[in-house]
């Protein structure tokens, strides 16, 4: 069975070069919340909502776009990474894919279950922050080490 | 399922990264099959038959925890 809906193999050399900045201002983010000035814009928001006002539907607001883009440049760069072909992408390729995608979801919800029973207060926000993320890490690290197992035994 | 891949290569003397190309998947793959670590499907099933000349059920057997 091939998968349809995968990216071509270069995909992934894309996925890598934006993945590198975007991860590093994304830690940079978790550390200190910058706002350069030069992304203070002007936005439409569906919805807007903030402490003691009452929510407002298509509404235009302001807003720094630091953390909206080095977020949505994140994403792109591991779903590019995570759903690319590999080189010699054939139907046991894809069953390792699916395989990694399924352990990845629930040990990604294992952690989740994990964090929402321990972790308390503001902390819990960044805990989802980062598991915007933590879902295709887990599969992208699962599925290349098995890849990598599987060539090495080819090998010997 | 148990398989004869290894003894009907050495008939033909072809190696796993030849059958690989011939049946147009990676050698990863020929080797998972090979070693009963991965079920082919029947298209990659047949295509291995083919290559050595012989019927899927020559190739490929069930044994008894496919039953299970």
Same mark, same amino acid.
């Given at each position: 069975?091939?998968?349809?809906?995968?990216?071509?193999?270069?995909?992934?050399?894309?996925?890598?070069?934006?993945?590198?900045?975007?991860?590093?201002?994304?830690?940079?983010?978790?550390?200190?919340?910058?706002?350069?000035?030069?992304?203070?814009?002007?936005?439409?928001?569906?919805?807007?909502?903030?402490?003691?006002?009452?929510?407002?539907?298509?509404?235009?607001?302001?807003?720094?776009?630091?953390?909206?883009?080095?977020?949505?440049?994140?994403?792109?760069?591991?779903?590019?990474?995570?759903?690319?072909?590999?080189?010699?992408?054939?139907?046991?390729?894809?069953?390792?894919?699916?395989?990694?995608?399924?352990?990845?979801?629930?040990?990604?919800?294992?952690?989740?279950?994990?964090?929402?029973?321990?972790?308390?207060?503001?902390?819990?926000?960044?805990?989802?922050?980062?598991?915007?993320?933590?879902?295709?890490?887990?599969?992208?690290?699962?599925?290349?080490?098995?890849?990598?197992?599987?060539?090495?035994?080819?090998?010997? | 399922?148990?398989?004869? =891949?290894?003894?009907?290569?050495?008939?033909?003397?072809?190696?796993?990264?030849? /059958? %690989?190309? &011939?049946?147009?998947?990676?050698?990863?793959? =020929?080797?998972?099959?090979?070693?009963?670590?991965?079920?082919?499907?029947?298209? /990659? %099933?047949? &295509?291995?038959?083919?290559?050595?000349?012989?019927?899927?059920?020559?190739?490929?057997?069930?044994?008894?925890?496919?039953?299970?």
């Amino acid at each position: 069975m091939k998968l349809k809906y995968l990216f071509p193999n270069y995909f992934k050399t894309i996925g890598m070069i934006l993945f590198i900045p975007s991860v590093i201002l994304g830690l940079i983010y978790l550390i200190n919340q910058p706002e350069p000035d030069f992304l203070n814009i002007r936005v439409f928001a569906i919805l807007y909502t903030d402490f003691l006002i009452d929510p407002s539907f298509f509404a235009i607001t302001d807003t720094n776009a630091f953390d909206e883009i080095v977020g949505l440049v994140l994403m792109i760069s591991l779903i590019f990474i995570a759903f690319s072909k590999e080189p010699f992408e054939d139907e046991f390729i894809s069953r390792i894919r699916l395989e990694s995608l399924v352990r990845a979801t629930y040990f990604n919800y294992v952690i989740l279950f994990l964090t929402i029973i321990f972790v308390y207060g503001h902390a819990f926000y960044w805990i989802m922050v980062i598991n915007m993320f933590s879902i295709l890490i887990f599969f992208i690290i699962r599925f290349n080490w098995i890849i990598y197992k599987e060539k090495k035994s080819v090998a010997t | 399922m148990k398989n004869r =891949i290894k003894i009907e290569r050495a008939i033909l003397n072809i190696t796993q990264e030849e /059958l %690989a190309e &011939k049946t147009n998947v990676s050698r990863q793959s =020929i080797n998972a099959v090979e070693s009963g670590k991965y079920v082919p499907s029947t298209i /990659l %099933a047949l &295509k291995i038959a083919q290559v050595f000349g012989k019927n899927v059920n020559e190739v490929f057997e069930l044994d008894e925890n496919d039953w299970k």
